[in-house]
């Protein structure tokens, strides 16, 4: 398709390009933990965990997976987002590996770390 | 007859429903309101496609006001057509937190999907948002895409 399918920058392209392979590769090298969140989400219903200087907040809302990044300071931005529950529990924890990712990489041109130095909370 | 009747009704639903976001979209891109809103057409990200071979449907928005914005909240979400209804696929929010100048843009460029499968599914994207303009609080009505795209990605 020829038409103006996006309208980033070469900039915002090369930002892009980092932030959703990351996503990816956080899918597949993280896999392991974000099985275990999930188990701890259909559990509790909801669980936070420290990501550097963002507390990530997840929660299951009437048929939506949802979280929130907060800031450490007042004067950072913050994120959420949300998801579709599917109908079968393979397809839900495929859906929250992706979402978990999603919400790590949520800001990471602007100072979210992701070296694994979290907490659960 | 009763599944024709309810199927016209259906459509015709569908149709008014796209009309008023279709007078909502002109409205938030009208120079005489104060922000203005774009939203991109979904398509797939041909640079991780070539650098990954993973495939992922995206949408990409942005708010510009005229006045300087303070407490923007940038939302979009991405959408995929059904036989009847549409289905919700993510959504993200940005909360922009201090002034925007007016030469500059808040941006939402984190709403993604990765395909699971090759099946043509047709795509757009929805953005709205609000921000506290000249000591009150104004809301851009719903954006949608410009054209509703097929894609050989399922999700």
Same mark, same amino acid.
């Given at each position: 398709?020829?038409? %103006?399918?996006?309208?980033?920058?070469? $900039?915002?392209?090369?930002?892009?390009?980092?932030?959703?392979?990351?996503?990816?590769?956080?899918?597949?090298?993280?896999?392991?933990?974000?099985?275990?969140? $999930?188990?701890?989400?259909?559990?509790?219903?909801?669980?936070?965990?420290?990501?550097?200087?963002?507390?990530?907040?997840?929660?299951?809302? %009437? %048929?939506?997976?949802?979280?929130?990044?907060?800031? $450490?300071? $007042?004067?950072?931005?913050? =994120?959420? *987002?949300?998801?579709?529950?599917?109908?079968?529990?393979?397809?839900?924890?495929?859906?929250?590996?992706?979402?978990?990712?999603?919400?790590?990489?949520?800001?990471?041109?602007?100072?979210?770390?992701?070296? *694994?130095?979290?907490? =659960?909370? | 007859?009763?599944?024709?009747?309810?199927?016209?009704?259906?459509? &015709?639903?569908?149709?008014?429903?796209?009309?008023?976001?279709?007078?909502?979209?002109?409205?938030?891109?009208?120079?005489?309101?104060?922000? #203005?809103?774009?939203?991109?057409? &979904?398509?797939?990200?041909?640079?991780?496609?070539?650098?990954?071979?993973?495939? &992922? !449907?995206?949408?990409?928005? +942005? /708010?510009?006001?005229? /006045?300087?914005?303070?407490?923007?909240?940038?939302? !979009?979400?991405?959408?995929?057509?059904?036989?009847?209804?549409?289905?919700?696929?993510? @959504?993200?929010?940005? #909360?922009?937190?201090?002034?925007? @100048?007016?030469?500059?843009?808040?941006?939402? +460029?984190?709403?993604?999907? +990765?395909?699971?499968?090759?099946?043509?599914?047709?795509?757009?994207?929805? &953005?709205? /948002?609000?921000? +506290?303009?000249?000591?009150?609080?104004?809301?851009? #009505?719903? !954006?949608?895409? #410009?054209?509703?795209?097929?894609?050989?990605?399922?999700?």
């Amino acid at each position: 398709m020829n038409i %103006d399918e996006s309208f980033l920058t070469p $900039a915002q392209q090369i930002r892009e390009l980092e932030v959703m392979t990351e996503c990816f590769r956080l899918m597949q090298v993280e896999r392991s933990r974000y099985e275990l969140q $999930a188990a701890i989400l259909f559990e509790r219903g909801s669980f936070s965990r420290q990501n550097g200087n963002y507390l990530l907040k997840y929660k299951i809302k %009437d %048929d939506r997976f949802v979280w929130h990044a907060l800031p $450490a300071s $007042a004067t950072e931005n913050s =994120y959420s *987002g949300e998801a579709p529950i599917p109908k079968s529990r393979t397809e839900q924890i495929e859906q929250l590996i992706e979402f978990f990712a999603q919400s790590e990489v949520g800001s990471m041109s602007e100072g979210m770390p992701r070296d *694994g130095s979290s907490r =659960y909370v | 007859m009763k599944t024709q009747k309810i199927s016209a009704l259906i459509t &015709a639903l569908l149709l008014v429903i796209t009309t008023l976001i279709g007078n909502h979209s002109a409205e938030a891109q009208s120079s005489k309101l104060p922000c #203005r809103i774009e939203i991109s057409i &979904a398509h797939i990200s041909k640079d991780l496609w070539i650098k990954t071979g993973k495939r &992922a !449907v995206k949408v990409d928005a +942005f /708010s510009r006001c005229q /006045s300087p914005q303070s407490k923007v909240t940038l939302t !979009v979400e991405l959408w995929k057509t059904g036989e009847f209804l549409n289905h919700f696929v993510y @959504s993200t929010v940005k #909360r922009s937190f201090g002034i925007t @100048s007016p030469r500059d843009q808040v941006e939402n +460029f984190d709403t993604y999907a +990765f395909c699971k499968n090759r099946e043509t599914t047709s795509y757009y994207g929805i &953005a709205y /948002s609000k921000a +506290f303009i000249d000591g009150k609080w104004q809301y851009a #009505r719903h !954006v949608l895409s #410009r054209i509703i795209n097929p894609i050989d990605c399922g999700t």
